[in-house]
């Protein structure tokens, strides 16, 4: 069964640093794809990249890049320039494809605080 | 704009009340998914529907139920037998994948709803 482990409760960050936030998975799927997810105080989950696993290039979307080992199993999110909006809490998520259906396991995310 | 509403923001429930959560999307997705949040804890899926009029139990449906009459709206129903309904429920929707395998379309959330016990 797929697993995301989220090592990593909180991280704190200055504004306008970069900063990583950990994600490691296990799946026995040999195609699989990792979704990293946004959830302010507010509650919402912001969808904010995708990395498949046979991506050449490691996913990008502005501000926001993975980091992606597959051989360590590990798709890392880097948040460049942080800003004080960018706190939250942070989720990465792998589908899980038993039945033929998107099912996404989380970890237990990642609180992240800016500060000024 | 497209997306997807949850009603109401905060809802509260006597003991031996059923409740429902509403959930409606105006984004043409054929899959709609319910999940449970914990305080200090990720999602957790309850139900889901790929197409109307189906729907699949999640890991957590115990004490949960759901409809799919119309494409747009997928309502939970929080029954008296779910003992610990407090939490934080997300409803979300995304395309149905097109062919067997993994998938890169990304499941589209609403803001939530916070059910407590009075």
């Known amino acids: 069964a797929q697993k995301i482990t989220q090592t990593q409760p909180g991280m704190f960050v200055q504004e306008k640093e970069a900063v990583t936030l950990d994600c490691t998975y296990d799946t026995s799927d040999q195609s699989y794809g990792l979704f990293w997810y946004k959830q302010p105080s507010s509650g919402e989950m912001i969808f904010l990249i995708y990395?498949?696993?046979?991506?050449?290039q490691n996913a990008t979307e502005g501000r926001y890049s993975l980091n992606f080992q597959k051989a360590r199993k590990s798709a890392n999110l880097v948040i460049s320039a942080s800003q004080l909006g960018d706190s939250a809490m942070y989720f990465c998520?792998?589908?899980?494809?038993?039945?033929?259906?998107?099912?996404?396991?989380f970890g237990t995310g990642t609180r992240l605080l800016v500060s000024p | 704009d497209g997306g997807i509403t949850q009603s109401p923001k905060y809802l509260f429930r006597k003991e031996g009340q059923n409740v429902t959560l509403s959930c409606e999307q105006n984004?043409?997705?054929?899959?709609m998914y319910w999940y449970r949040q914990d305080p200090g804890q990720g999602l957790r899926l309850i139900y889901y529907?790929?197409?109307?009029?189906?729907?699949q139990k999640g890991d957590i449906a115990e004490g949960y139920s759901v409809s799919r009459e119309k494409k747009e709206s997928f309502p939970l129903t929080v029954t008296s037998a779910q003992k610990n309904p407090t939490a934080f429920y997300l409803c979300a929707s995304s395309d149905r994948q097109g062919a067997p395998g993994y998938s890169n379309q990304p499941q589209h959330f609403g803001d939530g709803t916070r059910l407590s016990i009075l």
């Open positions: 984004l043409n997705h054929d899959a």
């Open positions: 998520a792998i589908p899980s494809m038993n039945t033929g259906f998107q099912k996404l396991v």
């Open positions: 529907s790929q197409i109307v009029n189906d729907f």
């Open positions: 990395q498949g696993s046979y991506d050449e």
